[in-house]
């Protein structure tokens, strides 16, 4: 049975293979099936591999909130890649949104302020074009 819709949030970005996962989402979608995807920001994830913007770079990203720690482990990409990935498996891009924090926002996260000046995430809505 086919889905009519699938959702991938802030994980494309650790897939091996980003435009595999792609083309296999596109198999298991209906037609006109919708596939909702967020990254982080290839702009912010730039910044954080510290490599060329067209590079596609594994990094480590260290954070501490609180006395808590986590290390994320992610791959910079460029924004085409993904672009590119959602073209190749038949898809024709709806919506992108980079979303910007409000003001009530910021008051309850103030590290999210940063935003303000570079986008934190990419949010994508494309549909399949069979």
């Keep these: 049975s086919l889905a009519n819709l699938a ?5 494309l970005m650790n897939m091996d293979d980003m435009p595999g996962v792609v083309s296999e989402i596109a198999r298991v979608l209906r037609p006109e099936g919708c596939f909702c995807f967020s990254v982080l920001h ?29 290390i994320l482990h992610d791959t910079h990409r460029p924004v085409g890649d993904y672009f ?24 309850a996260f103030p590290d999210a302020a940063r935003w303000l000046e570079r986008p934190g995430f990419l949010h994508v809505r494309a549909l399949l074009g069979r």
Excluded at 50 to 70: H, N, P, Q, S
Excluded at 84 to 107: H, K, T, W
């Design 7 to 11: 959702i991938a949030s802030l994980s």
């Design 42 to 70: 290839p702009i912010n994830s730039w910044g954080d591999a510290e490599a060329g913007y067209f590079e596609t770079v594994r990094y480590t990203e260290k954070l501490e909130r609180d006395g808590a720690r986590i």
């Design 84 to 107: 590119g990935a959602l073209q190749d498996a038949g898809f024709v891009v709806e919506r992108v949104v980079e979303p910007v924090p409000d003001a009530a926002y910021i008051a």
